[in-house]
């Protein structure tokens, strides 16, 4: 699969579909059977994470926004906006998006609403998000070399969740 001008900086798919970001600011969506680029977003912005669900791509990006693109329409849907930061770790479960970012933040957007809550407990980038099958528990890891357990995932009110920092690395 050779298309991008620079190299791939994140990838997602979802049923027959393969998306790739790249520094060249262009979001490839992909036919997973024929091995074919079948459209190019641009971006105009560069992207690093990729999520995808309900044939909707979500670029998490260097402007501090996410992108939205349906694959329906093969357009740009909208932008989420909340992050004070590069949007460097995006994950979804069940209507839920979890992004982290350069200004160490969790968000928790509500894709049915678009309506954002911010997580707090990390002091450095986060770069990595994972969100349990249930969607009930919520890890995120950052440079701070804290990877941070939440349970309930969406809850905001810091007393009534129990966190669990693991430090080490």
Not at 51 to 60: D, E, I
Not at 64 to 93: C, D, F, P
Not at 136 to 148: E, F, N, P, V
């Amino acid at each position: 699969l050779e298309s991008h001008v620079s190299w791939i900086r994140a990838l997602a798919t979802e049923k027959d579909v393969l998306t790739s970001a790249s520094k060249d600011l262009t979001v490839k969506v992909w036919d997973i059977k024929t091995l074919k680029c079948i459209f190019t977003f641009q971006a105009g912005s560069e992207v690093y994470c990729l999520a995808m669900t309900n044939s909707m791509v979500y670029g998490g990006c260097q402007d501090y926004k996410i992108r939205v693109w349906n694959l329906n329409t093969m357009q740009k849907s909208h932008m989420l906006i909340g992050h004070e930061g590069v949007v460097r770790a995006l994950t979804i479960r069940h209507a839920t998006l979890y992004s982290g970012g350069s200004d160490s933040k969790v968000k928790v957007w509500d894709l049915k609403t678009n309506d954002c809550t911010t997580l707090f407990g990390h002091t450095s980038f986060v770069r990595a998000i994972a969100v349990d099958e249930a969607g009930q528990t919520l890890y995120s890891g950052a440079d701070d070399k804290k990877s941070i357990c939440r349970s309930p995932a969406k809850t905001v009110d810091q007393s009534k969740v129990a966190a669990v920092v693991v430090t080490g690395h």
